[in-house]
């Protein structure tokens, strides 16, 4: 039987056993030998050495036969085990194509070492996932018992948690459509297992949700005279922008239910634009919340980040309203003017939904997801240029334009907020330390350039810093400051005084300037040489201001005879024509008059009065 199974399953080459090894095994077991055995079975005789010949022809004991035939029928099932699955692997041909006995146990050697490392691979993943699911089974059973144990207790525990959820969710003022989906995140938290992702962004998402100030509005201040008396008493001059802000308080005091308004406070550095917003949020009793946008370029710090992102958040339009405490305050957006754009998204297009009064009663952010009605809010926005806003967006908002501060206006704010602001803050006192308004005057003039009163606000704490110094180290129980010993407390003058000449003078006539820090004057002077007719300009002039002497020229030619100078002077006589300060550029539309009145005065001999400044273009 054995003989025919390992014939038919092609084994070996030939038959393993023949007559007298059968006879053997049947009734003459004693003369059987390992040599007879490795004879037969493998096809091989063993090596004739001493040892080693007297070992094989050693008779073999019953148990050793018994073993024998064990070890043959083991051999000959895991054989047909392997050619099983030799044929499943399609590789039957490749070994019995083989018929050299040690090649062919090379060759299924090698497909028993890959099936081996395949099933080392299986049983170890097998491990794996029988570890993980029954840490899994573990955690489950274990948070079941700690409820059980919790509601044994007296403790709800995550239910606790839900219901706490839905009690929120049901006294917020929300629309139907928002508790809806308030309600279905709740319902999916509840469905969530403990500690896993999707339960932590639930959780952040109701937590966020819950924050907002849901149907919290703040009541309105609609009185007209109680806020001039508050934006009087907070600044000095902004006429404009004090009457446009009245005129909306007294629109919302005859219509209570007005949309909120979008302003843009235009102006150059220190004039007071996020000052005068909060002073506006303080006399309309709102609630206020800045937020700068400068160098902002990523559309979700408008919109916020979708929910599925790790660490998102909402945008900063929700969270400041969320920070406000209410559903209609007062929003300080600074610096709009200074927003970017890259690959991320433009943030001031995403502006627009924001700032349109048509569009923003229904506003998503992208991580809220639900509707948040923005129509009640108030923005002002603050810029100091138009040039880089976009114009969709500078067409949502109303520009009210701030210009720079007077030197009067600047000497009023000094004395009424900036000097007593800076007495508080180093520990003096109205008596401890007086500063004359020559002395203000003096530090305006002298040592600060600017349009607003940063830098005079920087001077004054200077001033007050060498006052504390002195009141501290000596007996002097008094400072004060005036225009003549300004310069012990400041240093030496940064800037000069423009004055005005003593006499008056030929060629030279005062033209006006205009440049962010305040107006200038800018005088002209004219030299007159004898030549060839050669027109010298020098100064830094750009093109405008190149053509307005060219065409004050032309002017003088055309009217010679009735100015009383020679026609001819634009061939005999070199004139030139120089704007003092050649560093800076000059240019503008408001030249030609001095230029012209420069020119005939030194043409013809006849000074031009001091105390008059000339602005204007000519034709």
């Known amino acids: 039987c054995i003989r025919d199974r390992l ?25 059987i030998s390992y040599g007879a055995l490795v004879q037969t079975f493998c096809g091989v005789s063993l090596p004739k050495t001493e040892s080693l010949t007297d070992w094989s022809r050693r008779p073999l004991t019953d148990k050793q036969i018994e073993y024998a035939i064990d070890d043959v029928k083991y051999l000959i099932v895991a054989y047909t085990e392997m050619m099983s699955r030799l044929r499943e692997l399609g590789r039957v041909d490749w070994v019995l194509d083989e018929l050299r006995p040690l090649p062919r146990l090379q060759r299924m050697n090698e497909i028993l070492r890959r099936e081996i490392e395949v099933t080392a691979m299986e049983q170890d993943i097998e491990s794996k996932v029988r570890s993980r699911v029954g840490k899994i089974q573990k955690d489950f059973v274990l948070r079941e018992q700690i409820k059980v144990l919790q509601n044994e207790i007296g403790e709800g525990g995550e239910d606790e948690e839900l219901d706490e959820y839905r009690e929120k969710i049901s006294k917020a003022h929300l629309s139907e459509e928002v508790e809806r989906k308030l309600l279905k995140d709740v319902d999916k938290l509840a469905k969530q297992p403990f500690g896993s992702a999707e339960a932590s962004v639930l959780r952040n998402y109701l937590d966020t949700c819950m924050e907002m100030p849901w149907g919290e509005e ?43 308004q979008i302003l843009c406070l235009v102006g150059p550095p220190g004039v007071g634009k996020t000052s005068i917003a909060l002073s506006v949020a303080k006399a309309m009793n709102r609630k206020v919340a800045r937020l700068s946008l400068g160098g902002v370029r990523d559309e979700a710090d ?12 909402p945008g900063r339009i929700i969270e400041a309203i969320s920070r406000s405490g209410s559903m209609n305050p007062l929003l300080v957006l600074d610096e709009v003017d200074k927003m970017g754009s890259d690959g991320r998204g433009d943030p001031a297009s995403a ?37 880089t806003i976009p114009r969709p967006l500078l067409d949502r908002m109303e520009i009210i334009e701030i210009p720079s501060y007077t030197d009067e ?18 520990g003096l006192t109205a008596s401890s330390l007086r500063v004359d308004e020559s002395a203000i005057r003096a530090a305006i003039a002298l040592y600060t350039r600017e349009s607003g009163v940063r830098s005079l606000e920087r001077q004054l704490g200077k001033i007050c810093r060498k006052a504390a110094m002195q009141l501290a180290t000596s007996d002097v129980k008094r400072v004060t400051v005036t225009e003549k010993n300004i310069k012990d407390f400041l240093g030496a ?25 305040g107006g200038e004057i800018l005088p002209v002077e004219v030299g007159v040489m004898d030549g060839s007719g050669k027109v010298e300009l020098t100064g830094n002039l750009g093109d405008v201001m190149q053509e307005s002497c060219r065409a004050a020229l032309s002017c003088l030619r055309q009217r010679a005879q009735e100015l009383g100078i020679a026609p001819d002077f634009y061939k005999t006589r070199d004139i030139h024509i120089h704007f003092p300060e050649g560093a ?6 408001s030249a030609g008059i001095a230029i012209a009145t420069a020119v005939l005065s030194a043409l013809t001999g006849q000074a031009v009065p001091r105390d008059v400044a000339m602005t204007g273009e000519i034709t």
């Not at 007209?224 to 934006?231: E, F, G, N, P």
């Not at 922008?241 to 629109?251: D, N, Q, S, T, Y």
């Not at 408008?302 to 958040?313: D, E, P, Q, S, V």
């Not at 000497?411 to 803050?425: D, M, N």
Request: glycine share 6%; net charge positive.
């Open 409 to 426: 206006e600047k000497v009023q704010i000094a004395q009424r907020h900036l000097l007593p602001k800076e007495r508080q803050a180093h």
């Open 218 to 260: 703040t009541k309105e201040r609609a009185s007209v005279d109680a806020a001039r008396k508050i934006l009087d008493r907070d600044h000095y001059g902004l006429q404009k922008v004090k009457e446009r802000i009245l005129e909306f308080i007294a629109v919302r005091q005859l219509n209570p239910e007005a949309k909120g």
């Open 493 to 517: 003058p940064r800037a000069a005084q423009e004055k005005i000449p003593e006499k008056d003078l030929v060629g030279v006539v005062n033209g006006l300037a205009w440049t962010e820090v």
């Open 584 to 589: 800076i550029p000059k240019d503008g539309p």
């Open 7 to 31: 014939h038919t399953v092609g084994v070996l080459p030939r038959p393993i056993f023949d007559t007298q090894v059968a006879a053997a095994f049947l009734g003459e077991r004693q003369q």
């Open 351 to 387: 502006l627009l939904e924001v700032l349109d009064s048509e569009q923003n009663y229904a506003f998503r952010d992208h991580y809220l997801e639900i509707p948040v009605d923005l129509s009640r809010v108030m923005f002002i926005m603050t810029a100091n240029t138009l040039d």
């Open 302 to 313: 408008i919109r916020g980040h979708r929910k599925t992102y790790i660490g998102a958040m």
